[in-house]
DNA sequence: GTAATTATCGTCATGTTGACAATAAAGCGA
DNA sequence: TCGCTTTATTGTCAACATGACGATAATTAC
């Protein structure tokens, strides 16, 4: 054991406020073979050592959380730079969710194409994806609080997917109608009609851009290809302006008097 | 100044995380005469002497964070048990948003009735509801990066109102379809139409409930008073389940084959 | 070539929306 | 008491969105 001493420098009529480790956590969601998978780690240090976990460290001095968040993520897939959208999910604790003390923990979430993980040496935690309905159903168990931050991660990518543009993060930068279905059906767990979707997807003003190219050699009828429209790509971190959904009461002005 | 020590006991073999103090700040909404309000408070002592800010302050050992926000609410405004409700809106920094260094805050949402708030002694820091609107113009200047967090809150209100039954959340326990109205309009920003509100509040299953009672002593014809049908309370800083709105593209699944 | 597969377009009944007319039920002032 | 004003509530209608599902197009598989 060592002992390490903090000196903080406070005006005496003023307590010092209490400090927390702070770590971000990422939900990590891709669709891969049409079923919702999640990134998780093996922990190889106590506590659950062994047991399956949320990529995730402590904040380092001087970092923002997003920075953190990119950084860990980063670590523990050795993918360099990241595809996909990540954002905040919410913060938990700091009180009883860690055996070791009091830690806050910033969860983010991040939908992206399946991307390869790159295998760690052997003395690094391994990263991989695993159906999210192994970990629902019981079949994995993860550490910490990190069950109940994949539920409220879950429930914001569906809700996410309903009045945003983002369900094209879980795809390449070019996808079909199909693919783009193939999410929806993944995140919500239904399957949808093809042909409404279709109506609704390339229907939706502001939504998709035809890239006029089509897919070759697959099955059936070559299908046309989509890009996200200019004005619906996410901004890294920022909130995403609901493109897709006019929600049934909207903001919208009667003639004023 | 006093020097203030902190021993903290540490396999040797693992870096020593950083701890970061934490804060809980809280963007507390109302409606008042058709317009939204923000509570603030002037801040009695460096940084930023005498400028407005959230109420807010430290996290404390074995809180948690909704806790903290609760008990800086209670304290700053002299109210007992808080009216509304509370909701977790998201975290900044820790990185140069606090001259003193790095802090992190997690900001709160509470949308709330106008309640009175109670005048605090001489050497407390005085909480009072200032509108929106002064702050977005400019009028009033906020401490620290509070001016971006308000941003978020009102951004988040907005959507709520979309999507969940939390206008009634600025209400009292039985109002109006009139006073609901003058909410909607006063947080969006846009006046409407009196006939079709009242349609689709009314409207929508599982959104109000009729007490059978009305209001009496006003202009105009009485109003039947309404209050929040049980599936749709909101459970203090839990996800509120959407009830008003069925967007556009809803998880609805086609038959399976 | 024919079947199977997938993509895309079209049709239609139903439901929701926004605009706005009409009516109901109170207070107020003459 | 009788209009007049004010606010609440009901109703109507055209435009549009949705869900269900038929039909057609353009490929690959055999």
Redesign the interface.
């Given at each position: 054991?060592?002992?390490?001493?903090?000196?903080?420098?406070?005006?005496?009529s003023?307590p010092?406020?209490?400090?927390?480790?702070?770590?971000v956590d990422v939900v990590a969601l891709t669709v891969r073979d049409g079923e919702l998978h999640v990134l998780l780690i093996t922990r190889l240090?106590e506590p659950f050592r062994g047991r399956l976990a949320l990529p995730g460290g402590?904040?380092?001095?001087?970092?923002?959380?997003l920075?953190a968040a990119v950084r860990e993520l980063a670590e523990e897939t050795g993918v360099e730079h990241l595809p996909g959208h990540l954002e905040?999910l919410?913060?938990y604790?700091?009180?009883g969710r860690d055996p070791r003390g009091?830690v806050?923990t910033?969860a983010h979430l991040l939908l992206a194409p399946d991307f390869p993980v790159l295998s760690a040496g052997s003395d690094a935690e391994q990263a991989a994806w695993y159906p999210v309905r192994d970990v629902l159903d019981g079949k994995l168990e993860l550490a910490f609080d990190h069950a109940r931050i994949l539920d409220?991660a879950l429930?914001r990518a569906?809700?996410k997917?309903?009045?945003s543009p983002l369900g094209a993060a879980f795809c390449d930068e070019e996808f079909t109608i199909a693919q783009l279905r193939s999410v929806?059906e993944a995140v919500?767990?239904?399957?949808?009609?093809a042909r409404n979707?279709h109506r609704?997807a390339t229907g939706?003003p502001g939504f998709l851009e035809d890239t006029g190219r089509m897919t070759t050699g697959d099955a059936g009828r070559p299908a046309a290809l989509f890009r996200l429209a200019l004005e619906a790509r996410p901004t890294p971190g920022q909130?995403t302006r609901?493109v897709?959904?006019?929600?049934?009461?909207?903001?919208?002005?009667?003639?004023?008097r």
């Open positions: 054991m060592t002992i390490i001493t903090y000196y903080c420098f406070m005006p005496a003023h010092a406020p209490e400090r927390f480790p702070v770590t240090i402590f904040v380092l001095a001087g970092e923002d959380l920075e905040q919410g913060s604790g700091p009180k009091d806050l910033v409220d429930e569906k809700s997917l309903e009045y929806y919500w767990g239904t399957r949808l009609d979707f609704k939706t909130p609901a897709l959904n006019p929600p049934l009461m909207r903001p919208r002005a009667v003639d004023p």
